[in-house]
């Protein structure tokens, strides 16, 4: 007889993922007996959860989103994709994660079998053991987040460097701010009035206040002042002429890093047409989380949290019967930094 579990579904995404979302603990569970199962896999009874745009952003994407994560086996699909819990049942081939042991991580892509669940299939390349005292529901606050901020920052920083994340209260930039800081950067921000005086807690040297002044004029400012950007890190996507005003206030040899830049066919063309075709001035990337498996990143940043060198920034906390809740929250914005979903017990 099937196994039935703790989730929450949804079978359209009209009118948005969150009016869609239903509670049930009568959802069908991942199949248990190995002989269903491949060698390599591992599930995991969830603990704790976080949610991402990209949990809605993906099913409500035409067509794409469909065939990405909508289930084909069953009525209903699961959304969610960071996670920390424990090791319930392995395939035969893995011997370094023990039934029992706590893990966290993200999955590799957007699913149909998500992580708010109160069990998901994980690819082992991306299912870390907890270290020692983090919380979980810390730990599960830094798969695609942190994780996005790591590979913004650390791969294109030195010490000493000025860097600029805008959105620095944001899930990713709340880590972002600490990463940077950490390997020894200056760091400005822009972020609401409310988002202030967090920024300054995490660290960030300078802050504006996106709802006060015009950030663009004051990043022009910095650059004609002597003090151009090294990197800069878009979190938010607005304002929309961000990339194309950055040779004013980053260095010729700087980088702009997009992760919620508009994917427009203007700001597209901006970011990948050479100069003299209407493209941008400066060195442009996008970073996507989920292209390839980055264990050692989320390794490295589960050590930082153990040893108290970044922490988790949590807005606020739902049980899984309020996902849809918390989904139309972070959809409205002016969340600082992660909303976590409660699936299991922590004992």
């Known amino acids: 007889m099937a196994q039935r579990m703790r989730a929450v579904q949804y079978t359209s995404v009209q009118g ?15 199949q248990h007996d190995e002989q269903m199962q491949r060698g390599d896999h591992v599930m995991v009874e969830v603990i704790s959860a976080s949610i991402n745009p990209l949990d809605w952003k993906m099913p409500e994407t035409p067509v794409l989103g469909k065939a990405l994560t909508y289930s084909f086996t069953s009525s209903a699909s699961i959304p969610g994709m960071d996670y920390c819990g424990r090791i319930k049942s392995t395939g035969s081939t893995i011997d370094s994660l023990a039934i029992g042991e706590m893990v966290y991580g993200r999955l590799t892509r957007p699913t149909s079998s998500g992580t708010l ?35 913004s920052i650390v791969p294109n920083v030195q010490s000493g460097d000025r860097v600029f994340i805008n959105g620095g209260s944001s899930g990713t930039g709340t880590y972002g701010i600490q990463i940077a800081k950490l390997l020894g950067c ?21 802050a504006f206040d996106y709802t006060k002044t015009d950030v663009i004029a004051e990043l022009i400012e910095s650059g004609k002042s002597g003090e151009p950007f090294d990197l800069v890190v878009d979190d938010v ?17 700087g980088k702009f890093i997009s992760i919620g830049s508009k994917n427009d066919i203007r700001s ?20 996507h989380v989920l292209l390839g498996s980055h264990r050692d990143d989320l390794v490295q940043l589960g050590r930082w949290m153990a040893d108290g060198k970044i922490k988790a920034v949590i807005d606020s906390t739902y049980p899984l019967a309020d996902a849809a809740e918390a989904y139309g929250k972070l959809k409205g914005g002016h969340v600082h930094g992660k909303i976590v979903i409660r699936v299991g017990a922590k004992q």
């Open 16 to 30: 948005g993922l969150e009016k869609n979302l239903r509670y049930t603990e009568d959802a069908l569970a991942p």
């Open 186 to 206: 200056h760091v400005t921000v822009s972020c609401s009035t409310a988002g202030m005086e967090l920024c300054k807690e995490l660290g960030a040297d300078q």
């Open 237 to 253: 996507g607005v304002p929309a002429d961000l990339y194309n005003e950055s040779h004013l206030y980053l260095k010729p040899e």
């Open 268 to 287: 597209l063309a901006a970011r990948t047409l050479p100069t003299f075709m209407g493209g941008g001035r400066r060195k442009s990337e996008q970073v």
């Open 117 to 151: 669940a109160q069990y998901v299939n994980i690819d082992p390349g991306t299912c870390i053991p907890l270290p020692q005292g983090v919380n979980p529901d810390h730990a599960a606050t830094l798969g695609i987040a942190g994780e996005t901020a790591y590979r």
